[in-house]
């Protein structure tokens, strides 16, 4: 069975910068696309990049194009999300995902982590 730990529980000030990790078992892990989605209070969750399994491919959305990226090292079966920038409306539980098809749409997405906490202050 596919499990995906998360860590990299952040409290940052706007500026900053916090990496989150997508650790992935019980998979062949080259062959999961890896995404990142967010859901910040009061909101539906929403896609926030994604990277194909052989990490040739990434794509972002627009709120965090030039600030994220979604590198993943595949020896060592983990996703990442790197987090520059940051600001307050970045403030989340952000969610990693492993899905056979590179995809933005969470409905894609078989296994997702348990979800991590990043709070943005001013």
């Known amino acids: 069975q596919v499990q995906l730990v998360e860590s990299g529980v952040g409290l940052v000030q706007a500026g900053g910068s916090l990496r989150l990790s997508c650790a992935a078992s019980?998979?062949?892990?080259?062959?999961?696309?890896m995404c990142w989605f967010r859901q910040a209070p009061g909101k539906e969750s929403g896609f926030v990049a994604t990277i194909s399994g052989s990490g040739s491919s990434t794509y972002y959305a627009d709120s965090v194009k030039g600030r994220f990226t979604i590198p993943r090292d595949n020896a060592k079966n983990t996703a990442y999300l790197q987090m520059n920038s940051l600001k307050p409306e970045d403030t989340a539980v952000y969610y990693c995902a492993a899905g056979r098809k590179y995809v933005i749409s969470g409905a894609m997405y078989d296994y997702w982590g348990q979800g991590t906490q990043v709070t943005v202050s001013t």
């Open positions: 019980g998979c062949t892990f080259s062959s999961y696309a």
